[in-house]
Structure formats: C-alpha cells, structure tokens
C-alpha cells in the first residue's frame, strides 16, 4: 500500500498533506484510513494546537479517484463500496477532534474532497481554489458533500451546487460564509500556519468544549444524514447512468444519457 498521506510539524501547527498529484491528489479508499491515522498521531502531540490540512501540488484533491472507481465496479461491486464507509467515519472524525482543523484549499476541492474541506472548521482558500460536487455530470450522486454543505450554509444553497455540478468560486464560497480567508496560491499554508498561532493563544480546554459545542449538538443527526447519503451513493454506483457517466469523463466524452 503506498502512502498518499505527508505529515509535518511546525509548531502550534500540525499539517496534513493530501500527497497524489499524479493524479490530482484523488483519494482512494486506503486514502482515508491514512488521513485518519494522521489525526490520531497529531492529537497526540500536546505542542499542536491546530492541524492543517492541504494538498500537493496545484490541487487539495480530486476526491474519488473515478478511474479506480470505474475498474473496481466492473471487478467487484461490494468492494467499490469500501470507500463510501471509511470517508464518512473520517468526516465524523473531524467533527469530533478536540483541536481545530484548518482546510487550506491550494486548488480545486471536488465531491469526496469537498466533504473533506468542509468537514475542517475553518477554510482558507487561494484565488485558484473552488468547492465543487460534480457527481450529476457523472451519473453519481454528491453523498456526504450535499451533506456537509447543507450543515454548512443550508438547502438553498446546496440545491443550487449539487443539482447543476458547478463550481463553488472562493467569492461565492466566502459569500456563503464557508471561506475563513483568501490569499494568493503560495500563502496558503503560511495563512493557516498563522491562524494556527492565533487559535495557540486561546484556552485548549475551551476550544475543545466550544468544538463540542457547534458539533456534536448535532452529531447524531449528522450520522444519520451521512449513513443515508452513503447508502444513496452506493445505489448510484450500481446503475447505468454511473457507467455511461465514468465512462463519459474518462474518455473525455459528454455522455448521453439514456
């Protein structure tokens, strides 16, 4: 299993590195187990009070990797699945961890790396950067982002993104009230690094109990959202709209739906 997952330290700050960019840093289902031990190991450090999570190269990440996708549905059906489980106990993860989580968006975040950026509590974006749930060009269903993005800013705005598959550009995005700060494409990191020193300054019990607070208020019903979406995610990989649409995008086709 190769490693998809950097982690680095630069104290307050712990940074996780979404490192695939071959193939714009698409996340397979291993993926996700290695972003979740990177958590683990950084709450265990004491001496960071806030991680930062970005990717390499010219992407945050592609989300699932449909290529992958596409030979494992034709392989296994059960196993294209596998996936869908472990994002959202990843997701739920996030919620939960007792330090704060800073997306720091390089480029583009799409549909499963969506879920991810808006699963952090504070975003910060370059001018290159956008948000976008593109499953309905696929013949996919959005899961766990439509989720998160209504959690977020509501069903108006979430029914306009996930049913057209747009873009969400940083200046909707900060409009929305999503995007924390934007700044240009090589000061990314270096704004959520400093966000992180301005977050150290603060009590870490009560940024704990305050995360708590805004999240787990709502958790069990968050988990029940994300169960169904991923239930809804699994039965649009099964039906022939998915094939035509994978199948589109990989050849660089529009599809025809039938």
Known sequence: MQSIVDVRKNVPSGTIVINNPTVANAIPAFGY?????????????KNVRAIIMTGAGRFFSAGTDLKQLHSEL???????????????????????????????????????????ALAADFIITSDQASLQIPEVQRGLAGGCAI???????????????????????GETATELGLIHDTVEADLVWAR?????????????QSIQM??????????????????????????ARSTSHARIGIEGFLNKQSPEWD
């Open 74 to 116: 034709q392989r296994d059906a059960l196993a294209s699945h596998q996936d869908i489980s472990l994002l959202n106990e990843l997701i739920l993860a996030m919620l939960r961890f007792p330090k704060p989580i800073i997306a720091a968006l390089n480029g583009p975040a799409i549909g499963s790396a969506a879920a991810l």
């Open 192 to 204: 959520a690094h400093q966000l992180a020193v301005e977050l150290s300054s603060t009590s870490s």
């Open 147 to 169: 989720t998160m993005l209504n959690f977020r800013c509501g069903a108006a705005a979430t029914s306009r993104f996930a049913m057209t598959g747009q873009p969400i550009s």
């Open 210 to 235: 305050t995360k708590r607070l805004l999240n787990e208020s709502l958790a069990d019903q968050l988990e029940t959202q994300l169960q169904v979406s991923g239930a809804m995610t699994a039965a």
């Open 33 to 45: 187990i290695q972003l979740r031990q990177a958590l683990d190991d950084l709450h265990q450090e």
